[in-house]
């Protein structure tokens, strides 16, 4: 009797650590999948006349590290200001990276410079929170029938570049101490250090860019959850509440919804507060609407990342909870890219009014409307 227990009891472990074994395969097969995606995911098709750059050609430490991501820098014939975007700061914000690679596709620049880093912490887009149930990617068809696929990622950078994170992360500019997993967040980071850690480096790489390109006006393309205070919103380093307000009631004017937000002084690390801090560039952070990333959404995938549309975000806003009017608010992606889009082009055109001779004309963008009506892949490349 012993004997045949002992031998059940050794089928009932041998099945279970077998089990154990194709679990961790299984995770571990999908977590390496991130980190080799395959060559089309996140392939990025440049319009004519755009140079590829690294971010390691500002700042050498950077080079052959996961930090490094690519640059790419577009020249009108005529003189003018130096803009530079940012998309993918937050890499499970997918609004503000599909539309810098949209600016990336699509910008004629006639006037001034555009400078685009639509993947700027390449290191997030490598996992997903656990526990979240994000997907891991999500896409669009383009107008030639071509499925473009992009990773959605998460906010801070992967643990396996960035560990152990601290209990407390003191930030090194000001020494103001925050949650330690904010050591691993890029909009905690800057102005970034040169021998700190991996997101500290790319930080303080991106502020290198920013220096040796002198760039007038700054822009850092973000999405904020629902029930957040600041979303649909443009956040603005003082420096840039002129231009911030003069886009604002133009954007209100085209029937878009926006808040203007100051940049909070006591709050550091954050990309407009540091950049109007260390430089003279004119910083702005703006915020667009995403159900993906909020705490009230019921089922997390594709369809959610790409439509908004959630039963449990429905019953939040009937009763109060929610930031956005959002009876009213188209919730898709391509909504929300419009947004961006329209905001980024609207500041180049307002840049001349509030610093001479900087002014950036930029054609080719699609409007908030054809951007909203058609989808988001009628203007991304094949």
């Known amino acids: 009797m012993f004997e045949k227990r002992y031998l059940a009891s050794r089928f009932s472990a041998t099945l279970l650590l077998l089990g154990a074994v194709a679990v961790a395969a299984i995770s571990a097969h999908s977590y390496l999948r991130m980190h080799h995606p395959g060559p089309d995911v ?30 790419y820098v577009q020249e009108g014939e005529q003189p003018g200001g130096t803009l530079l975007v940012l998309g993918g700061t937050h890499a499970n914000e997918p609004a503000g990276v599909v539309a810098a690679v949209v600016l990336l596709e699509n910008a004629d620049v006639k006037r001034g410079r555009l400078i685009i880093a639509p993947y700027a912490n390449l290191m997030a887009r490598t996992h997903t929170f656990p526990q979240d149930a994000h997907p891991q990617t999500f896409g669009f068809e383009t107008s030639g029938g071509v499925r473009r696929t992009f990773r959605y990622g998460a906010r801070t950078t992967n643990p396996v570049n960035e560990w152990p994170n601290p209990d407390i992360y003191i ?30 480096q790319l930080a303080y790489g991106f502020m290198q860019l920013i220096k040796q390109e002198d760039v007038d006006l700054a822009i850092d393309l973000h999405e904020a959850s629902p029930e957040y205070p600041v979303v649909d919103a443009l956040v603005a380093h003082e420096r840039a509440m002129e231009l911030a307000a003069m886009v604002t009631m133009e954007l209100e004017f085209e029937g878009i919804p926006i808040r ?70 188209d919730k898709r992606i391509a909504e929300r890219v419009g947004r961006h889009v329209t905001s980024v082009k609207l500041l180049a055109e307002n840049l001349e009014f509030v610093r001479d001779d900087a002014g950036i004309v930029i054609e080719g963008l699609p409007a908030y409307t054809s951007l909203s009506e058609e989808g988001v892949g009628a203007y991304l490349r094949d």
Not at 179 to 192: F, K, T, W, Y
Not at 310 to 323: F, Q, S, V
């Open 42 to 71: 996140d392939r990025v098709v440049p319009r004519e006349g755009f140079v590829h750059k690294r971010l390691s050609d500002y700042f050498q430490g950077l080079q052959d590290t996961p930090a490094d991501t690519d640059v």
């Open 171 to 200: 930030h090194p500019a000001s020494g103001q101490t925050m949650a330690g997993v904010e050591r691993s967040n890029l909009n905690r980071a800057h102005p970034g250090v040169a021998d700190g850690g991996m997101t500290e």
């Open 260 to 329: 203007l937000e100051p940049s909070p002084k006591n709050l550091r690390g954050l990309s407009h507060r540091e950049w109007g801090d260390q430089t003279d560039v004119l910083a702005i952070l703006m915020e667009t609407c995403n159900a993906s990333a909020g705490r009230f959404r019921g089922r997390t995938g594709e369809a959610l990342v790409l439509t908004g549309e959630d039963k449990a975000y429905d019953k939040a806003a009937e009763l109060g909870r929610l930031y956005v009017p959002w009876e009213s608010w």
